[in-house]
C-alpha cells in the first residue's frame, strides 16, 4: 500500500503551486467567503459557480446582511445553481451565527458541524483553509483519489476518513493538502479518466496506469419520470400567476405556475424535458383558461423571484416573456 513520506507530499505540493486553477475563494481565508464558496461548489461545477459567487457577496456583503434578508432574496441570489435546500440552510446558518456567534463565523470545529447545512468535509475545508487545522476534505473527488492511491475501490468512508487524516498529517500545510487532494481529482484523477501519465505522484500510487480496473463503487442513481401539467394564467397587465412551492420536496420554496402531477403518460411530447439528480420532469403545458387558485399572485416581473431553471427553460422554449 502507498503511503503519503514526505517526499509525495512535496510532489503534490510542488504540482498544486504550478498547475492549480486560479479561483476566487482561493485568494481569501475570510470563513464567511469560503463558506458560501464551499457550499456553492457541493455538486455543481466551478463555471457555473464563478458568477454566482461574485454577486452574492454583492447582494450578501456580511453574516449579518444575509441574516437580515428575506429568504425569497436568498433563494433569488441562489437561482440557478440548483439543490435548493443548500440556500435554505445558509440562511438558517447564518440567522444561528448571528444569534449564537455575534455574527462572527465560529472558529472550533464542532461549533462549524453544528450550523446547518455543514458537514463534516465542508467544516474540515473551512477549518484548515482559514484557522490552518488539521481537518481533512473528503469530496467526491478526495475520495475518488484516495481509493485509487490505495487500490481500495470499495473503502468504506470510515476507512477514507482515517486515511485522509495520515494524509493531512504528513503535510506541512494543511490547506494546501485539502486544496491538492480537491485539485487532483477534478483535473486530473477525474471520475471520467484517470491521466496517470501527467499526474505528479503517479510512482507513489497503487492504481497508476490501471485505475479503471479499481475504480468501483459508483453507484447507479435511478431516475424517475414524472409528469406535470403546468398551467399558464397570463395576463397582459398583471402578468402571469405564480405560486411557491412547499418547503420540502422538488423545487421546495420556488415559484413556479400552478403544477398538476399527472399519473399517467400524456401521448403528447412534453414542451420540456428537465433532469434532476433523481428525477426526470416531463413539463406539458396549457394556456389556462380558468381563473387561477387562490393560492398565488399575479407576477408582472419574475426577476424579482427564484425560479426554477426548469421553468426559465420552459418560458424560454414556450415563448413567454414576463417582465415589465
Ligand atoms: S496515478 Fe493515476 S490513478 Fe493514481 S492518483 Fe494519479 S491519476 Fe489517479
Same mark, same amino acid.
Given at each position: 500500500m502507498a503511503v503519503l513520506s514526505s517526499a509525495r507530499c512535496s510532489a503534490l505540493s510542488n504540482w498544486y503551486a504550478d498547475a492549480a486553477r486560479t479561483l476566487p475563494w482561493r485568494d481569501t481565508s475570510d470563513p464567511y467567503r469560503i463558506w458560501i464558496s464551499e457550499i456553492m461548489l457541493q455538486q455543481t461545477q466551478v463555471k457555473t459557480v464563478l458568477p454566482r459567487y461574485r454577486t452574492w457577496f454583492e447582494r450578501f456583503p456580511t453574516i449579518a446582511s444575509l441574516a437580515a434578508a428575506h429568504l425569497d432574496d436568498v433563494l433569488k441570489a441562489w437561482e440557478g445553481l440548483g439543490y435548493y435546500r443548500r440556500a435554505r440552510f445558509i440562511h438558517q446558518a447564518a440567522a444561528c451565527i448571528e444569534s449564537k456567534h455575534g455574527g462572527v463565523f465560529p472558529q472550533q470545529f464542532d461549533a462549524m458541524l453544528a450550523?446547518?447545512? *455543514?458537514g463534516r468535509s465542508t467544516a474540515g475545508a473551512i477549518s484548515s483553509f482559514c484557522f490552518a487545522t488539521n481537518t481533512p476534505v473528503l469530496d467526491g473527488n478526495v475520495k475518488r483519489v484516495l481509493k485509487r492511491w490505495y487500490a481500495m475501490p470499495e473503502a468504506t468512508d470510515k476507512t477514507l476518513w482515517r486515511q485522509a487524516q495520515q494524509n493531512i498529517e504528513a503535510f506541512d500545510n494543511p490547506a494546501t493538502c485539502n486544496q491538492a487532494m480537491m485539485e487532483l481529482g477534478a483535473t486530473v484523477c477525474t471520475a471520467k479518466k484517470a491521466a496517470c501519465a501527467s499526474c505528479p505522484v503517479a510512482e507513489h500510487c497503487t492504481s497508476a496506469f490501471q485505475a479503471e480496473s479499481t475504480t468501483k463503487n459508483s453507484k447507479t442513481v435511478r431516475i424517475r419520470d414524472v409528469h406535470w401539467q403546468v398551467h399558464l394564467h397570463l395576463d397582459m397587465q398583471k402578468g402571469i400567476w405564480l405560486n411557491q412551492r412547499p418547503d420540502s420536496g422538488i423545487w421546495a420554496g420556488l415559484w413556479t405556475p400552478p403544477i398538476t402531477e399527472l399519473n399517467e403518460t400524456p401521448d403528447k411530447t412534453p414542451c420540456h424535458i428537465h433532469v434532476l439528480s433523481h428525477r426526470r420532469l416531463h413539463l406539458y403545458c396549457d394556456v389556462a383558461h380558468n381563473p387561477p387558485s387562490a393560492n398565488g399572485q399575479w407576477v408582472a416581473? *419574475?426577476?424579482k423571484l427564484a425560479l426554477p431553471t426548469g421553468i426559465h427553460r420552459l418560458f424560454a422554449k414556450t415563448g413567454v416573456r414576463i417582465k415589465t
Open positions: 450550523l446547518p447545512g *455543514i416581473d *419574475i426577476s
